[in-house]
């Protein structure tokens, strides 16, 4: 089944460089997504691609059918649910479960 | 508008009736797209238009699900007969066009509940 996997939780510190793991079983998908979702509002993309990829204080790197999202320099406010997705046949993003990062001072 | 909306924001309906979900993409956006997000979950993929025309219903659960987008804009997702397993949030996105290089710009949803 075409699924994307990723940590329910991950945890740090203020200051520090988060990680975040996403790896998925699309056999016919090459670009990840990463998004970023405060509850009730809309998701935003913070980066994607088929290449190692950073936008400001987001990293993306990238391999066939793994991804990690480096978030620099964390501060309590990206406190929040981070979404690893790919896209399959070139339409319908498949997402996995999301993130939730907590973020201590 | 500046991004995509949804309306409403919330809907609170009971088992058995009938719903419309509407969404505004961005405009200029030929491709939308509807996804459900149930608690816990991930969104997931129902329907995808490219214009006016149902490119993918793939993701529909089933027949009371119908979607409509008649002048290639606006659309609406229509719920029949509604149950419980139904509330989630339904989540609208647009994108210049389809294909992998073309961002989806999502809105904040609908949060369907359904007693």
């Known amino acids: 089944k075409d699924q994307v996997f990723q940590p329910s939780t991950v945890a740090s510190s203020e200051g520090a460089v988060v990680e975040i793991f996403c790896n998925h079983s699309?056999?016919?998908?090459?670009?990840f997504f990463w998004y970023l979702h405060f509850p009730g509002c809309a998701p935003r993309l913070l980066v994607k691609?088929?290449?190692?990829?950073q936008q400001g204080r987001y990293n993306m790197t990238y391999e066939r059918f793994s991804s990690s999202l480096l978030i620099l320099q964390v501060r309590e406010a990206d406190a929040a649910v981070y979404y690893c997705?790919?896209?399959?046949?070139?339409?319908?993003?498949?997402f996995g479960k999301g993130t939730t990062l907590s973020v201590s001072s | 508008g500046a991004g995509v909306s949804q309306t409403p924001s919330n809907k609170v309906t009971e088992k058995g009736k009938y719903v419309e979900l509407r969404c505004d993409p961005i405009s200029g956006h030929t491709a939308l797209y509807w996804y459900r997000q149930s608690l816990g979950q991930g969104p997931e993929f129902l329907i995808y238009?490219?214009?006016?025309?149902?490119?993918?219903d793939s993701g529909l659960p089933n027949d009371r699900f119908f979607a409509v987008r008649p002048e290639g804009s606006v659309s609406t997702l229509k719920i029949q007969r509604t149950e419980r397993g139904d509330s989630a949030v339904y989540l609208c996105?647009?994108?210049?066009?389809?294909?992998?290089?073309?961002?989806?710009?999502f809105g904040p949803g609908t949060r369907l509940t359904v007693l």
């Open positions: 699309v056999s016919n998908a090459y670009n």
């Open positions: 996105a647009s994108s210049w066009t389809s294909g992998e290089n073309n961002e989806q710009f």
């Open positions: 997705a790919v896209c399959q046949a070139g339409t319908a993003l498949i």
């Open positions: 238009f490219q214009g006016t025309g149902a490119a993918d």
């Open positions: 691609g088929s290449k190692p990829s």
